[in-house]
Nanobody, 127 residues
Framework: QVQLVESGGGLVQAGGSLRLSCLAS????????MGWFRQPPGKEREFVAV????????SYADSVKGRFTTSRDNAKNMVYLQMDSLKPEDTAVYYC????????????????????WGQGTQVTVSS
């Protein structure tokens, strides 16, 4: 069983930055691909970013590409989402998710591919 705890959400003005963190309880954290998803108010949960267990491969949704960066520190069981140039449409509950990875470079972008989810952290961007 893997427990994930997100932190770092809050209220920020458009154009500002936030860094989300996700702490994982997994003993073999370095074998997990880690994803970030978000659920805007009244909408479906959607993919934001993912990082392979080695950290060598990443992928981003088109809507955040060039503004968001995900990274990880396997020694600390942490994954991060640096969010810059935030827009009001980035307002959502952000979730980190984990799944065992098949290879060092594998990553996954679909909700159904993940086994473990955090409780979410609210990000609100004001205009």
């Amino acid at each position: 069983q893997v427990q994930l705890v997100e932190s770092g959400g809050g209220l920020v003005q458009a154009g500002g930055s936030l860094r989300l963190s996700c702490l994982a309880s997994a003993r073999t954290f370095s074998r997990y691909a880690m994803g970030w998803f978000r659920q805007p108010p009244g909408k479906e949960r959607e993919f934001v970013a993912v990082i392979s267990w080695s950290g060598g491969s990443t992928s981003y949704a088109d809507s955040v590409k060039g503004r968001f960066t995900t990274s990880r520190d396997n020694a600390k069981n942490m994954v991060y989402l640096q969010m810059d140039s935030l827009k009001p449409e980035d307002t959502a509950v952000y979730y980190c998710a984990a799944r065992i990875s098949n290879s060092v470079s594998s990553y996954y972008t679909s909700i159904g591919q993940y086994n473990y989810w955090g409780q979410g952290t609210q990000v609100t961007v004001s205009s």
